[in-house]
């Protein structure tokens, strides 16, 4: 079984189900706070390789999901300055196995890499459970802040 760094956002009920997810495969979690990373340029590209800057940004933030920050706009300078100054912005999680680094959680790919059986292919793995459709109404996973960038100015 691997040790998998996993750069994460502490609180994120989506980061927690990932990493449930790896230690049921049997493997060791080393988890690392995504947003007090201090990410250089090459620190964060040598996770996104070889993908499109597009693939790059977390769809889930507010940012993206109302159209302030469109990622297909973006080309690689532009893409990782912004990354680098709004983390919450980087697609989760990030994952460095033996010097191989990956972006993202898509259970198939994972499986291939190091093994994931018990992980349901095809699941929506990368967002937050929390939503509107919470009892309590929509909850803010603990990081989210007022930058500007987790927020809809429309």
């Known amino acids: 079984m691997a040790v998998v760094v996993f750069y994460e956002k502490p609180g994120c009920?989506?980061?927690?189900?990932?990493?449930?997810?790896?230690?049921?495969?049997g493997h060791t979690v080393v988890a690392k706070d995504l947003l007090r990373t201090p990410w250089t340029r090459m620190g964060l590209l040598s996770f996104f390789e070889p993908l499109p800057v597009a693939q790059w940004f977390n769809r889930n933030s507010p940012a993206v999901k109302c159209g302030d920050i469109v990622p297909e706009d973006f080309d690689e300078a532009t893409a990782l300055a912004l990354l680098q100054a709004h983390p919450l912005l980087i697609r989760r999680p990030l994952l460095e196995v033996d010097g191989e680094r990956r972006v993202g959680f898509d259970a198939a790919a994972i499986d291939a890499w190091i093994g994931l059986p018990a992980a349901p292919i095809g699941a929506e793995l990368e967002a937050c459970r929390h939503g509107a459709e919470d009892p309590d109404g929509p909850h803010r996973c603990q990081g989210h802040g007022p930058d500007g960038i987790e927020r809809c100015h429309h």
């Open 13 to 25: 009920s989506g980061n927690a189900r990932q990493k449930a997810l790896l230690q049921a495969a």
